[in-house]
């Protein structure tokens, strides 16, 4: 038998220690893979949907003595784009309605719509709309991708906001995990059906190289007591750093993973070597150097943590698509990003865990002495 044959089928003599070594090693790199798929897909939404809009502030109410949100007096839109280095602004309402038939059925329960002028659908990310746009002031609505997909909605159907039924005459996608799941209205024809006559948020669009920061610090000096700004740049810091406490649990989770599923390795090989004694005993009296029986120990470990990295990618690949879709996922709000870092990485991890489970077990075995091994029982 050649050398590298044996390394490949000695692993597997005692096939459901070999089986339960196997799982414990998978599990920590599918646990790698499904963390890893997860969170660089939520980082991706997150950063498209931050970035979708043509908008560089959003202008939100400011928070009362009761932690609420104040809502923005309609005035503030000609007054925020009469500020210098402003180029246009955009006023939206935001409503969002529950339908307890829905909820009871086990159903979509809610949907969000939003108000806003026609000709300001560009600063929320709008450009390219199948059908055709909303008319002003009337009952039409266009809907995101999101949307008509988790509620089973075409171009020409109807749909109804506080009571009141709107024709869907467009469907877009901007990228938006928010936008894509909401519908989108006429401003004016939102405040007539729901009595309010304020508004959500306020968009502004800057004119080019003027500094974001300092017309947000203006906005917030002058009326801060009625406003609170954020700039897109405020806005990605803040959600870079959700994320990264995300990755840091990721590790964290991925570690304790390896660790057991380390000593899951060690236990096999050592066990495997005290099985063997005798064997290696025999290799050693025929010549058999202890660098070479040190090799082939170090070598069926890497087999086994190779075939835990391939049935671990496969698990968390499969994990986490299933656990999007059952869980976390009912309005396609985000997808798994697959990098090839995220393999790498999981594969480099196997290896390694590989090499150090096997080193002692390996070192033990290479110092057997032939005479010894052979009178073991």
């Given at each position: 038998m050649r050398y590298i044959t044996l390394i490949l089928k000695n692993p597997f003599r005692n096939k459901t220690r070999t089986a339960l070594s196997v799982l414990g090693i998978a599990i920590g790199i599918a646990t790698i893979v499904a963390l890893g798929l997860i969170t660089d897909g939520l980082d991706e939404s997150i950063q498209t949907t931050l970035n979708s809009g043509g908008a560089e502030i959003t202008v939100t109410?400011?928070?009362?003595?009761?932690a609420n949100t104040k809502d923005i007096n309609t005035s503030y839109l000609d007054t925020l784009a009469n500020i210098s280095g402003v180029n246009e602004t955009a006023g939206l309402l935001r409503i969002q309605e529950i339908n307890l038939k829905e909820m009871m059925n086990g159903e979509r329960t809610s949907i969000t719509a939003y108000g806003i002028d026609r000709d300001k659908l560009d600063l929320v990310g709008?450009?390219?709309?199948?059908?055709?746009?909303?008319?002003?002031n009337s009952s039409e609505a266009i809907m995101g991708k999101s949307f008509a997909e988790t509620r089973n909605k075409t171009i020409g159907d109807t749909i109804t906001i506080q009571g009141h039924e709107f024709k869907i005459v467009g469907e877009f996608e901007t990228g938006s995990l928010l936008s894509d799941n909401s519908l989108y209205v006429s401003k004016e024809k939102l405040q007539e059906i729901t009595g309010k006559d304020h508004l959500t948020q306020i968009l502004i669009k800057t004119n080019e190289n003027v500094n974001d920061t300092k017309i947000a610090d203006e906005i917030e000096d002058k009326y801060g007591e009625d406003l609170l700004t954020f700039t897109t740049e405020e806005q990605v810091q803040m959600m870079s750093q959700i994320t990264s406490i995300l990755d840091l649990v990721t590790y964290a989770i991925s570690a304790l993973a390896i660790i057991i599923g380390g000593i899951g390795i060690i236990n096999t090989m050592i066990m495997a070597v005290y099985e063997r004694t005798k064997e290696i005993g025999v290799l050693r009296a025929v010549g058999w150097k202890s660098r070479r029986i040190l090799m082939m120990i170090i070598g069926e470990t890497l087999v086994l943590t190779t075939l835990s990295a391939i049935v671990g990618i496969i698990g968390g690949i499969a994990i986490s698509e299933i656990g999007i879709r059952l869980i976390g996922n009912a309005n396609n709000a985000f997808s798994l990003a697959y990098h090839p870092e995220t393999f790498i990485t999981a594969f480099a991890v196997a290896i390694i865990v590989g090499v150090l489970g096997g080193i002692y077990p390996a070192y033990k075995a290479s110092k057997l002495a032939p005479t010894e091994a052979l009178r073991y029982e």
């Open positions: 109410g400011a928070i009362d003595s009761e709008i450009e390219d709309v199948n059908g055709s746009l909303f008319e002003e």
